[in-house]
């Protein structure tokens, strides 16, 4: 027989076969935009001469781990600036940025997307369909 427990952002399954047990844990990722700004110019201007010769494809590299994945950046000219990220919780997020020392030189503020859908989803959803789903087991 199988069990399906969802627990916070994990579903454990347990199978049971000839007396014995296995279980499997996935766990559930969300999609967050996360609003960003620096601490001072000085801290903008050490993360700009830190990253001026970092590609796209390396900035996506470090920003990955099991708990938080980079999916989007966006930043313009102004105050603040703003990421998609893919991850466990808010504190994924956190925790990858501090590792790497973004925390130093800037604040975060991370906000769950119940709904994420783009060009590459399935548009034949309705919006609330989008909006009432389940988050992915990766």
């Not at 399906?4 to 996935?26: E, P, W």
């Not at 369909?129 to 988050?135: D, G, K, S, T, V």
Request: glycine content about 6%.
């Amino acid at each position: 027989s199988i069990v399906k427990i969802i627990y916070a952002n994990d579903i454990i399954v347990l199978a049971y076969r000839n007396g014995t047990q296995s279980a499997v844990r996935f766990r559930m990722k969300k999609h967050f935009m996360c609003t960003h700004t620096f601490h001072s110019e000085e801290s903008k201007s050490a993360f700009d001469a830190a990253a001026q010769n970092v590609t796209g494809g390396q900035m996506f590299a470090m920003m990955k781990n099991d708990r938080a994945e980079l999916m989007g950046h966006w930043r313009g000219d102004n105050e603040f600036f703003y990421c998609h990220w893919y991850a466990d919780d808010e504190d994924a997020i956190i925790d990858t940025l501090d590792s790497l020392g973004f925390g130093d030189l800037m604040m975060t503020l991370p906000n769950e997307m119940k709904m994420f859908f783009d060009t590459n989803s399935d548009l034949k959803k309705t919006y609330f369909e989008y909006l009432n789903a389940q988050p992915e087991a990766v």
